[in-house]
């Protein structure tokens, strides 16, 4: 990785393949749509709040955790504590991307309901700013418009969609986030903090409440960042008055 | 079921919101600044990880694991996004069937 640039030269090859690769995401994720809206459903959910919790809430796991935990009989309050849990790296995220978008404050109320996984990981990945802002909102926008359609279509056709792993759809997340980060998992240290991620989250799977394993992992960035001195390549430059702060 | 799903999802767009909000000032620090890179990578592969390999609260290799390593394998060949998803899908769909 190279340092955040503040224009991008090859802005005629970038726009053109960051926009069609938002596409594809969105894309992708509405087919994931489809079973979140017909599980929704079939978990007791009405149309209505399906739709609700797709337009507002706005963020895959946390919305299949709820339809989960009430689906399996459990009280819905503990449904929306569990998603509340998975929502807070929606949180960091965020910390990540108001330096790198460096937002107006009118926008940041819209910003804020798109930022998620996808918009997050198509983010990160770029070289430069106008290139990260470009593939913020239009994975953001592209992800919410199809992830809609496809939660109304699917609330709609819960029938013939109710079991989404017979069309191995329960495989398309975790293949769809590793097509998204693998640009940074080329240098050293990501690499190290992806893996010992890995192995935290699965290791604390059985021990702690749902949501809780991809927090701890969040604790293992925290580790490694303050933890390296190393200047890392893909840091933004700092003006020398804000170094150690 | 109503109140449920609206502290839910007005917290979740209140955590973002939050998250977005935080003065730059307070993550100007290198190291500060060094996490919340690393943040993003952590959180996905951590997702990546419980969403392959978990159950509930079990772990469990199926035909996701196979799904995911054709992804991979996609991926080392750049195959293009959409592609990469789309045969995680099949792979596990068709391990699924022949299981």
């Known amino acids: ?245 | 079921m109503w109140p449920a799903v609206i502290v839910a999802s007005l917290g979740c767009y209140a955590i973002k919101l939050v998250g977005l909000s935080v003065p730059q000032k307070w993550l100007a620090n290198r190291r500060v600044m060094h996490v919340a890179n690393l943040l993003p990578v952590a959180l996905l592969t951590a997702l990546i990880a419980t969403q392959a390999f978990t159950s509930g609260r079990h772990l469990q290799i199926d035909a996701r694991a196979a799904g995911l390593l054709a992804a991979v394998i996609a991926v080392r060949f750049k195959a293009p996004f959409l592609v990469v998803v789309g045969l995680a899908c099949l792979v596990a769909a068709v391990v699924r069937l022949a299981a």
């Not at chain 1, 955790?65 to 819905?76: F, R, T």
């Not at chain 1, 017979?166 to 693998?182: E, K, W, Y």
């Open chain 1, 1 to 245: 990785m190279t340092e955040l640039r503040e224009v991008d030269h090859d802005w005629a090859v970038t726009r053109p393949a960051v926009l069609r690769d938002a596409l594809g995401v969105g894309i992708a994720t509405g087919a994931y749509g489809l079973s979140f809206g017909a599980i929704s459903t079939a978990s007791g959910l009405s149309v209505l709040q399906t739709c609700f919790l797709s337009l507002v809430l706005f963020s895959g796991g946390s919305q299949f955790a709820l339809a989960g935990v009430v689906g399996g009989g459990g009280a819905p309050m503990t449904g929306a504590a569990t998603a509340l849990l998975l929502g807070v790296r929606n949180g960091f995220y965020g910390l990540r991307l108001s330096g790198l978008l460096r937002l107006r404050s009118w926008q940041r109320p819209l910003a804020a309901q798109i930022v998620i996984d996808e918009s997050t990981a198509m983010s990160v990945v770029r070289t430069s700013r106008p290139a990260a802002r470009l593939a913020f909102w239009s994975t953001g926008i592209s992800v919410f418009v199809l992830w809609n359609l496809a939660t109304v279509i699917g609330a709609f056709a819960a029938d013939a969609l109710r079991d989404p792993r017979v069309l191995g759809l329960d495989a398309a997340a975790p293949a769809a986030f590793l097509a998204l980060m693998s640009p940074r998992l080329r240098s050293r240290e990501p690499r190290i903090v992806a893996a010992v991620a890995a192995v935290v989250a699965l290791a604390s799977v059985p021990l702690v409440p749902t949501g809780v394993p991809v927090l701890l992992a969040a604790a293992v960035a925290v580790v490694f960042g303050f933890g390296s001195t190393r200047r890392e390549p893909d840091d933004e430059p700092l003006a020398p008055e804000e170094v150690n702060a």
